[in-house]
């Protein structure tokens, strides 16, 4: 059976969420000089989380910029089938470090790292967009 090349992911975001989201998806697509999918836009900001160790990634997770950007508004974003894995993993590595994990979603996840690559500089993004390929494919830290 062959494995999915993309699947459906669920945003929960606020207006201003929403904006955030918009405002990185364009900002990548300036910086890749290219039309891009919404889902390279949410894999490259897990990228950039992925980076953070467990106290970071605690921090961020409770940033009032993520409370801001959550919300009611539901978008649905396609990237790869990779993407809930690392999510998966990231909150599992926090659970078993003690950094809460067990008390994070993964809708929180994707809002934290919206909220942190609208706070990214462009080369970091840069960086990250150039991964994408290879995303995910490593072990999660």
């Known amino acids: 059976m062959a494995t999915p090349k993309s699947r459906?992911?669920?945003l929960h975001l606020s207006e201003e969420g929403t904006?955030?989201?918009?405002e990185c998806h364009s900002r990548l697509a300036r910086?890749?000089?290219?039309?891009?999918?919404?889902?390279?836009?949410?894999?490259?900001?897990m990228?950039?989380?992925?980076?953070?160790?467990?106290?970071?990634?605690?921090?961020?997770?409770?940033?009032?910029?993520?409370?801001?950007?959550?919300?009611?508004?539901?978008?649905f974003v396609g990237a790869s089938p990779d993407l809930a894995h690392a999510a998966a993993?990231?909150?599992?590595?926090l659970a078993a470090s003690g950094d809460s994990g067990s008390a994070?979603?993964?809708?929180?996840?994707?809002?934290t790292a919206i909220a942190l690559m609208s706070a990214?500089?462009?080369?970091?993004?840069?960086?990250?967009?150039r991964r994408i390929e290879t995303a995910f494919?490593?072990?999660?830290?």
């Open 8 to 10: 459906t992911y669920r």
């Open 19 to 22: 904006d955030a989201f918009l």
């Open 31 to 45: 910086i890749a000089r290219r039309f891009i999918p919404y889902g390279a836009t949410l894999t490259v900001a």
């Open 47 to 75: 990228l950039l989380i992925e980076a953070l160790d467990g106290p970071e990634l605690c921090d961020e997770l409770s940033a009032p910029a993520v409370i801001r950007l959550t919300g009611r508004i539901e978008h």
């Open 89 to 93: 993993r990231m909150i599992e590595h």
């Open 104 to 111: 994070v979603s993964i809708t929180r996840l994707y809002t």
């Open 120 to 129: 990214s500089e462009d080369s970091e993004i840069a960086r990250a967009y």
């Open 137 to 141: 494919t490593l072990q999660i830290r």
